[in-house]
Nanobody, 121 residues
């Protein structure tokens, strides 16, 4: 089984910054695309940012210029640097990853348990 564990969430004031981390572990041959999603109370889960194995990135319009996604392949970890935070950024943030399992050698897609981000006005 492949497990994703997120960390770095918390409570910050508007205009502040947070750095989220997501570490993958288990029977992993390689990681392909990775990304961050978020869900605010009463709303559907939405894509925040993605990054391919080659480093190509994609961001939701609402976070462009403020958030940066990156990855460290040696550590099987993806990061989300969040700057200039706004109250509307509040929500549960989830990590997602797809790749290839070691044994058996088959594709996988996994989700983290989520980490809460709260931005006060």
């Amino acid at each position: 089984q492949v497990q994703l564990v997120e960390s770095g969430g918390g409570l910050v004031q508007a205009g502040g910054s947070l750095r989220l981390s997501c570490a993958a572990s288990g029977s992993i041959f390689r990681l392909n695309d990775m990304g961050w999603y978020r869900q605010a109370p009463g709303k559907q889960r939405e894509l925040v940012a993605t990054i391919s194995s080659g480093g190509s990135t994609n961001y939701a319009d609402s976070v462009k210029g403020r958030f940066t996604i990156s990855r460290d392949n040696a550590k099987n970890t993806v990061y989300l640097q969040m700057n200039s935070l706004k109250p509307e950024d509040t929500g549960a943030y989830y990590c997602n990853a797809d790749g290839i399992r070691l044994l058996p050698r088959i594709p996988f897609n996994s989700w983290g348990q989520g980490t809460q981000v709260t931005v006060s006005s």
